[in-house]
């Protein structure tokens, strides 16, 4: 297995106001961050259209989406919709996408489209990057996952395996996952979120009767808190046991996490 240079992402949900969209876009393309990513969700804008006007005002930051649901789009329409981002973006579009997550089939059943059963989601899934492959060969795909079977087909069909688990997924833990996706793919890139950097408040967490504080005691790959120089060690040792090469941190850790970027960002 080669040892991929490090990259870093932001996770943005988004706004309606144009002017502070295209500030953090410049702003994270100024700190050296790879990525802009945006969900797809009902509460969030449209992730392709958002993701083109960031592209217009950026040079080098690439834009993605993290992830799209499948069942929301018709295959042709994502197909037409994501080659055009691409050409808007000059190349610079990342299409992340996933069979589906828990509160998605309300955002289907809002849009008048029929969800599925989750085994006719991973048989679509298939199908839409089968078709996306063809149409559009030179736009980087990742596939979300997080339980074996869709663990090893992400490995099979994508560049990027993003891996999903729970907050308080330790090494030992997250290499389970992962040795699923290495007997399917030695080489595929893998992806993380970092859902805390800091020991800011996180709401969702209290509501989970922990903090990042704790959830890093106890050894969890989802967090980073202490020192620039303990979070640059942290980052490395993930990546040096895991092989994971790709974080992305929420847009609220942007300024903070700016220094761990400027440190590892491409070594």
Avoid at 47 to 58: R, Y
Avoid at 121 to 143: A, Y
């Amino acid at each position: 297995m080669s040892e991929r240079p490090l990259r870093f992402g932001i996770t943005h949900s988004g706004t309606s106001d144009q002017a502070a969209w295209t500030a953090d876009a410049r702003r994270a393309e100024d700190l050296g961050y790879a990525t802009l990513l945006l969900p797809d969700t009902l509460r969030t804008p449209a992730p392709l259209p958002a993701l083109a006007a960031a592209a217009a005002v950026t040079e080098r930051l690439r834009v993605g989406t993290w992830v799209l649901c499948e069942p929301l789009r018709p295959p042709g329409l994502l197909a037409w919709e994501a080659a055009t981002v691409q050409a808007l973006s000059g190349g610079r579009f990342e299409l992340g996408i996933g069979a589906g997550r828990p509160d998605a089939a309300a955002d289907a059943a809002a849009l008048g489209l029929a969800f599925g059963s989750p085994a006719e989601r991973v048989q679509q899934l298939i199908s839409t990057v089968g078709l996306l492959r063809e149409r559009l060969p030179d736009t980087p795909l990742l596939v979300a996952a997080s339980g074996p079977r869709l663990l090893r087909l992400a490995a099979r069909l994508a560049d990027t395996v993003a891996l999903g688990w729970p907050p308080t997924t330790t090494i030992a833990q997250a290499r389970e996952r992962i040795d699923v996706v290495r007997t399917v793919s030695a080489d595929v890139e893998l992806a993380t979120g970092l859902i805390a950097v800091g020991e800011a408040a996180q709401p969702w967490l209290q509501r989970m009767g922990t903090d990042a504080r704790t959830l890093a005691e106890q050894g969890a790959v989802t967090v980073l808190v202490g020192s620039v120089a303990q979070m640059v060690e942290r980052v490395r040792q993930v990546r040096d046991e895991l092989g994971v090469s790709y974080f992305t941190v929420p847009v609220s850790a942007m300024t903070d996490f700016a220094p761990v970027v400027a440190e590892l960002a491409g070594r």
